[in-house]
């Protein structure tokens, strides 16, 4: 029987006092919400540093054409400067919250760049040893083969909401990650995932409305910036 929709905090959760997106402090306020997961976004630079942050540039510094140097004074609306991946990571490894780090892996302007990101985000967490603690997801749809061909037992969704589950799944990739427009364009891939043993996410559902209506559907989790509302509302 279905229990309700888990609730990942699209971000971080920093619709919050004192919190901004892709912050330490928007992963911990999720950490403390015991949340199924929290996202953020990751960028690579010239020099293989990762980068945390939405945007592909911020304040007019282009994160993957940058050096660490020219990212690392970079400040975000709550003071924090901008996060290295690793920096989630460490979080990550010594929290005893349950809640997962969905990292979203942004399309960067060439292949190889890509592939660098991919490479150096799986050896990160590798490194920590917190594979049980992270899933992957990607609008590329090269950026999660290449993700399921380094890390065979990763949790990998695509998000572009343009192929079947069933293209998926024969290509190794274990869930979608849909907006809720490809979702209601396609009720019927909710149950096309879920009798191929893959994992529905909805992107990103913030109104009271939506959230009742993707819970009903038996989305397995659903993306918000509100997600001390949806806790209310999939109990």
């Known amino acids: ?38 996202e953020i976004d990751v960028w690579i630079t010239t020099d293989g540093k990762l980068m945390v942050n939405h945007d592909a540039d911020f304040n007019g510094v282009v994160l993957e054409k940058a050096s660490y140097k020219d990212c690392k004074n970079l400040t975000l609306k709550n003071g924090e400067k901008m996060p290295q991946l690793k920096d ?7 929290t005893k919250s349950k809640t997962k780090l969905i990292i979203e892996i942004k399309t960067h302007s060439t292949l190889e760049a890509n592939k660098r990101a991919v490479q150096a985000t799986v050896n990160a967490v590798k490194k920590y040893g917190i594979q049980d603690k992270v899933e992957y ?21 695509y998000l572009s909401g343009n192929k079947t589950p069933a293209q998926l799944h024969q290509e190794g990739i274990t869930g979608i990650d849909y907006h809720i427009g490809a979702l209601r364009k396609h009720p019927e891939w909710i149950k096309e995932a ?26 397995d989790y659903i993306t918000t910036n509100e997600p001390v509302l949806a806790i209310d509302l999939t109990r």
């Not at 990607?138 to 061909?149: K, T």
């Open 88 to 94: 989630l990571l460490k979080m990550m490894k010594k």
């Open 137 to 157: 997801i990607a609008f590329s749809h090269d950026v999660c083969l290449e993700l399921v061909r380094l890390d065979k037992q990763a949790k990998v969704a």
């Open 194 to 219: 879920h009798d191929l043993g893959m994992t529905v996410n909805v992107w990103t559902v913030s109104d009271k409305a939506g959230i009742e209506e993707m819970n009903k559907a038996g989305v």
């Open 1 to 38: 029987m279905f229990a309700g929709s888990k609730v990942i905090a699209h971000r971080g959760y920093w619709t919050t006092p004192g919190s901004a997106q892709n912050s330490r402090t928007s992963l911990q306020k999720a950490l403390d919400l015991n949340i199924y997961g929290s």
